[in-house]
Nanobody, 121 residues
């Protein structure tokens, strides 16, 4: 069983930075994780994927709106993923969720509880 716990959200002014963390528990997590992603959902909007990383090989994906500002990374030994967010904009305001896709799965089946990010103008 995999559990994900996010941290690092908060209130920041436009142009500021935050780093989100996602700690994964589970004795065999690293051997069963295929990818980790950060999704976000703003009020009144659908949830969207902001960034993802292949757990073993480290290849990354970013949605266009965060390219050049966000960086996703992971610490394999620590079973932790990160999302460094720089030059934050008010439109980045959302609840951010960490999610994991297991090896052999076709979707992200494990989700954290979410952490609020609010960017003031």
């Amino acid at each position: 069983q995999v559990q994900l716990v996010e941290s690092g959200g908060g209130l920041v002014q436009a142009g500021g930075s935050l780093r989100l963390s996602c700690a994964a528990s589970g004795r065999t997590f690293s051997s069963h994780a295929y990818a980790m992603a950060w999704f976000r959902q703003a009020p009144g909007k659908e949830r969207e994927i902001a960034a993802s990383i292949r757990w073993t090989i480290g290849s990354t994906y970013y949605t266009d709106s965060v390219k050049g500002r966000f960086t996703i990374s992971r610490d394999i030994r620590g079973n932790t993923g990160y999302l460094q967010m720089n030059d934050l904009k008010p439109e980045d305001t959302a609840v951010y969720y960490c999610a994991v896709q297991a090896v052999g799965a076709t979707s992200y089946g494990y989700w954290g509880q979410g952490t609020q990010v609010t960017v003031s103008s």
